[in-house]
């Protein structure tokens, strides 16, 4: 992280990306057969900043919502669990997009999801029209490649705030490969490579990197991807790979492998946010690298035991506690709904 960008930083994190208002079926089936919805927030990058808000930190969601109820709700939505919004932009000839999904993991065929987000005021963010003095003076600049599929000055603009300059925060990229979102859906995947890339910290799915590029196994993610320092390969239930170059000027990488929790799944939505969150919270604290994959999977739990996208984290005492745990109780721990409270009703969290 550069030591100017960190001095001057004004939040510890600012994501940049497309919010939208979203509509939670009322009961499991078809969207077709879905009687009524009721209305919460979507987004990846405004989800991370959110998760961290919570968390305590200074987080800064920058975007572009249009001059209407739904951007309204956005905003005081994500306002509410502590982001700075103060950066936001409203554009008053496009409009908030939105979106509706069924109740169903989105890894399964029966998930749907209709987006109604083309020509959204967020898709036309670009070099041009976004604050950079918000988006370059923090610690952390955490983008996705969902916003680079929403349009080509979106692509610009990812493409601009990831080249070399100097004293840039460090760049967090979460690769988040969504090919119906693609106009063009064989440049995704080459777009994404390259992007990614040209980040300090990058997360990606083993599962995603396979169907992206044709890459299987986490060394050949990483053989993919040599730039970043860091490299989260996320594994599903196996847990996650941590690839972190070393500081002795060889380029030699550690590999640190943590395994994923034991977890009683209300809702598969949201976790992948929730981990990059977590990890890049204990990041900011400077915890080790096996800490910062634990923090991930806490915070992780946290969203996959409730019904929506975001949820409060467990208190920071707490989650150190339990990422503080030997490997052989960290591997016995199962979490529940209502775990994040258990310390607080001095509960115990309970075993296998």
Request: hydrophobic share 45%; charged share 20%.
């Amino acid at each position: 992280m550069s030591g100017s960008a960190a001095r001057t930083a004004t939040a510890d994190v600012v994501c940049l990306g497309e919010s939208m208002v979203t509509f939670l079926p009322s009961q499991p089936g078809r969207l077709a057969d879905v009687p009524s919805f009721s209305r919460g927030i979507g987004g990846a990058e405004s989800n991370v900043a959110c998760a961290l808000a919570a968390a305590g930190h200074r987080a800064k969601w920058v975007g572009r919502v249009g001059a209407d109820g739904f951007g309204d709700h956005l905003v005081d939505t994500i306002a509410g669990y502590g982001v700075d919004t103060s950066a936001v932009r409203r554009d008053p000839g496009r409009p908030t997009g939105i979106y509706f999904r069924t109740a169903t993991d989105r890894a399964t065929d029966t998930h749907e999801v209709a987006y109604y987000r083309a020509g959204s005021a967020a898709s036309a963010m670009s070099p041009d029209n976004v604050p950079y003095e918000d988006l370059l003076a923090a610690r952390i600049l955490h983008l996705s490649g969902i916003t680079a599929a929403l349009s080509t000055d979106c692509l610009a603009l990812l493409e601009n705030l990831t080249a070399p300059r100097d004293a840039r925060p460090l760049i967090s990229f979460d690769v988040n490969h969504r090919p119906g979102l693609w106009r063009d859906g064989a440049a995704g995947p080459e777009v994404l490579l390259a992007l990614a890339r040209r980040c300090d910290l990058v997360f990606v799915g083993e599962d995603e990197a396979e169907e992206a590029w044709g890459v299987l196994g986490t060394e050949a993610v990483r053989a993919a991807l040599p730039e970043p320092s860091v490299l989260v390969v996320k594994r599903g239930s196996d847990g996650v790979t941590v690839f972190s170059r070393t500081d002795d000027g060889t380029e030699r990488d550690t590999v640190t492998t943590v395994p994923s929790l034991g977890v009683d799944v209300v809702a598969a939505v949201g976790a992948g946010d929730a981990f990059a969150a977590g990890f890049l919270s204990a990041t900011l604290r400077d915890l080790p690298v096996r800490d910062r994959a634990r923090h991930g999977h806490l915070m992780a739990a946290a969203v996959l035991t409730v019904p929506g996208d975001l949820t409060g984290p467990p208190s920071r005492a707490y989650a150190d506690r339990l990422a503080a745990l030997d490997d052989d109780a960290w591997g016995t721990l199962r979490l529940g709904p209502g775990w994040t409270l258990a310390a607080g009703a001095n509960e115990e969290v309970r075993a296998t």
